[in-house]
């Protein structure tokens, strides 16, 4: 039986066009208000929300600094697909601008710090003066554990973000892939749409990759028939 290479080839890079043309709609859809950029961010406003309190909470100033315009700047970020790592460094810095003698208990309570040796760090900071080593101490760990917190709330946003793009771009390889099955071969063979819309969506990334071993392992093939 005469294995055609040429078509599986032809076939594999057809079904990855498939896939990367499902994950293109993906990404279109954040012209519709964000779309599913917007996914994932919910837990990481989880997370500034038990740090920075909101306006009116903070004596009710209106400033750069507020609950709601910290959350307007990691939102646009996150949509914007900023890197996790200089997300990560934006957020912290806003949650430290934010580091207050009201709002050092919220916070000192967020991550398990000492809240009166975190409310005088605060009260000490914006004037310079000298920290003791307790304060030092407690600073540094409320540091680390911001750190700890925030990495969390961004690993599992773009875990979220990443699983959902995938769930969709699944239904639009599926879906083109039917349409183009009953628009060219009939209702008969959709199970093959059905199946090719699948598929797309892993292959997609190593289509070219997977083709380019077909190609060499036909090659060898025919090498040791020789």
Do not use: C
Request: cysteine-free; proline content about 3%; charged content about 15%.
């Amino acid at each position: 039986m005469n294995f055609d290479t040429n078509a599986l080839t032809s076939l594999v890079l057809a079904i990855g066009g498939l896939g990367t043309g499902a994950y293109g709609l993906v990404d279109a859809t954040k012209a519709l208000g964000g779309g599913v950029s917007r996914v994932g961010f919910g837990d990481i406003k989880q997370v500034i929300s038990k740090l920075i309190p909101p306006a009116s909470a903070a004596g009710g100033r209106a400033s750069a600094l507020t609950l709601e315009s910290a959350f307007n700047t990691l939102r646009a970020n996150w949509m914007n697909g900023m890197a996790l790592a200089d997300q990560k460094s934006i957020a912290k810095g806003l949650v430290k601008l934010n580091l207050t003698p009201q709002s050092a208990k919220g916070m000192a309570a967020a991550t398990g710090v000492d809240s009166d040796l975190l409310t005088r760090v605060a009260t000490k900071l914006p004037s310079k003066q000298a920290l003791t080593n307790d304060e030092t101490d407690v600073f540094g760990r409320f540091d680390l554990l911001l750190s700890a917190l925030l990495d969390q709330a961004y690993q599992r946003g773009d875990q979220r973000y990443r699983n959902t793009a995938k769930v969709f771009a699944m239904v639009f390889s599926v879906g083109l892939g039917m349409l183009g099955s009953y628009t060219v071969l009939g209702r008969a063979h959709l199970l093959q749409g059905f199946v090719a819309g699948l598929l797309g969506v892993p292959l997609a990334p190593i289509a070219k990759d997977v083709a380019s071993t077909i190609q060499a392992g036909a090659k060898i093939a025919q090498f040791w028939k020789k």
